[in-house]
T-cell receptor
Framework: SAVISQKPSRDICQRGTSLTIQCQVDSQVTMMFWYRQQPGQSLTLIAT?????????ESGFVIDKFPISRPNLTFSTLTVSNLSPEDSSIYLCSTDEGRRGGSYNEQFFGPGTRLTVL | AQSVTQLDSQVPVFEEAPVELRCNYS??????LFWYVQYPNQGLQLLLKYLSGSTLVKGINGFEAEFNKSQTSFHLRKPSVHISDTAEYFC???????????FGTGTQLKVEL
């Protein structure tokens, strides 16, 4: 299974600033995913990031607000820009180990980054 | 579009009692189903998954779930819970051939002495 780490684990930021979250996987993976978990709510997929191509964003999420980088097969960053209190959430990255025989396996999640915007 | 419904937002239960956490999904195509657990201030951990084959799936920590296609359900069960099972439980689905997880709203399991 993939082991995923995230930095920072938590941060408190001022309104209008930006926060970049790093996600490191201990093996090379094709796809990485970024999720948002707002307080008391479930996880919502922000975007899918494949190495060597632009990230694919879900409805309601835009690149200007959530730019993503994927410079290699083990690393990705998510930036949350122009922060507002509504951005206070836990942000999680995940990856799957790729598909074998056409079947979907599972996603492994990082520990999350808890962001509070004042 | 796929969706997941977890009707119970909170489930209180006494230690050593059985528990069932309900999950229903909506999809017109084949699905893969998952249960994840999130302990306080931690990330998500996979409990079990259904991809194909036997409809009764056994996972970690004594949990199991049964895929019921006719009822479009994937309820999670444990015959005897422990205080350490207190956590948030998320049901998730992905339609065959896709790669995007859709999560339910979660069920907070609180085990009391």
């Amino acid at each position: 299974s993939a082991v995923i780490s995230q930095k920072p684990s938590r941060d408190i930021c001022q309104r209008g600033t930006s926060l970049t979250i790093q996600c490191q996987v201990d093996s090379q993976v094709t796809m990485m995913f970024w999720y948002r978990q707002q307080p008391g709510q479930s996880l919502t997929l922000i975007a899918t990031a494949n190495q060597g191509s632009e990230a694919t964003y879900e409805s309601g999420f835009v690149i200007d607000k959530f730019p993503i980088s994927r410079p290699n097969l083990t690393f990705s960053t998510l930036t949350v820009s122009n922060l507002s209190p509504e951005d206070s959430s836990i942000y999680l990255c995940s990856t799957d180990e790729g598909r074998r025989g056409g079947s979907y396996n599972e996603q492994f999640f990082g520990p999350g980054t808890r962001l509070t915007v004042l | 579009a796929q969706s997941v419904t977890q009707l119970d937002s909170q489930v209180p239960v006494f230690e050593e009692a059985p528990v069932e956490l309900r999950c229903n999904y909506s999809s017109s195509v084949s699905v893969y189903l998952f249960w994840y657990v999130q302990y306080p201030n931690q990330g998500l951990q996979l409990l079990l998954k259904y991809l194909s084959g036997s409809t009764l799936v056994k996972g970690i920590n004594g949990f199991e779930a049964e895929f019921n296609k006719s009822q479009t359900s994937f309820h999670l069960r444990k015959p005897s819970v422990h205080i350490s099972d207190t956590a948030e439980y998320f049901c998730a689905v992905i339609t065959g051939g896709g790669n995007k997880l859709t999560f339910g709203t979660g069920t907070q399991l609180k085990v009391e002495l």
